[in-house]
């Protein structure tokens, strides 16, 4: 399929758009498979150097509170490949919730908020090679949260994102060291809601 024109996925309350182009994409039933080509990445070191706004990103706006959920299976095969769920508000205005290889080599939940350059903080590692991730919205407020195999919805990051554009959200995969990286999105959710308790990711 060509990555020039509007997406459209269930449930998603918007059409989708992109930021950079996949190597390949394929859409199905609240499902989404994109593949990262070689050297991909959405990242600001916080050390300097030019940003790296290359990983194949698919957006689309959306307003007000929401909960907005994927369960991702990646193919990791090189050190920080990702499959990744984004929240974006300009080139250095946004967050990214990851499942990624470690240098350890093992899948891991990773979040990176961008406020004109990057930060960077794993989490925990998933042993089954996939996870459930979630974006909610609360208000001017953001939070991450990773279910893995007991269903518990635990918080990763709690934040703001400032930035004149509109909010995005959407889905992302990368290979900033490896060949590309194929990453399957299942499961996909949007509820209009706001999140009930930001603790226990009810």
């Not at 406020?115 to 903080?121: A, I």
């Not at 042993?127 to 979630?134: F, I, K, N, T, Y």
Request: charged share 25%; hydrophobic share 40%.
């Amino acid at each position: 399929m060509s990555s020039s024109a509007r997406v459209t996925i269930e449930p998603l309350p918007s059409q989708l758009r992109w930021l950079a182009s996949p190597r390949a994409w394929r859409a199905g039933d609240r499902s989404l498979e994109l593949s990262a080509g070689p050297a991909t990445d959405l990242f600001i070191d916080p050390a300097g150097g030019a940003p790296h706004l290359s990983a194949p990103a698919l957006v689309g706006e959306v307003d007000g509170d929401f909960l907005f959920s994927a369960r991702v299976r990646p193919e990791l095969a090189s050190t920080f490949d990702a499959a990744v769920l984004l929240v974006y508000r300009g080139e250095t205005s946004w967050a990214k919730l990851c499942l990624e290889r470690s240098p350890q080599e093992e899948p891991t939940v990773v979040s990176v908020v961008t406020r004109g350059v990057s930060d960077d903080c794993n989490s925990f590692p998933v042993a089954s090679g996939e996870v459930g991730l979630r974006i909610a919205r609360l208000g001017d407020c953001f939070a991450f949260h990773a279910s893995s195999d007991d269903g518990f919805w635990r918080l990763i990051r709690y934040f703001t994102l400032e930035g004149e554009g509109a909010v995005e959200i959407g889905f992302l995969a990368q290979s900033p060291t490896g060949e590309g990286c194929r990453a399957r999105f299942e499961e996909i959710v949007y509820e209009k809601r706001r999140l009930g308790d930001l603790r226990n990711g009810e």
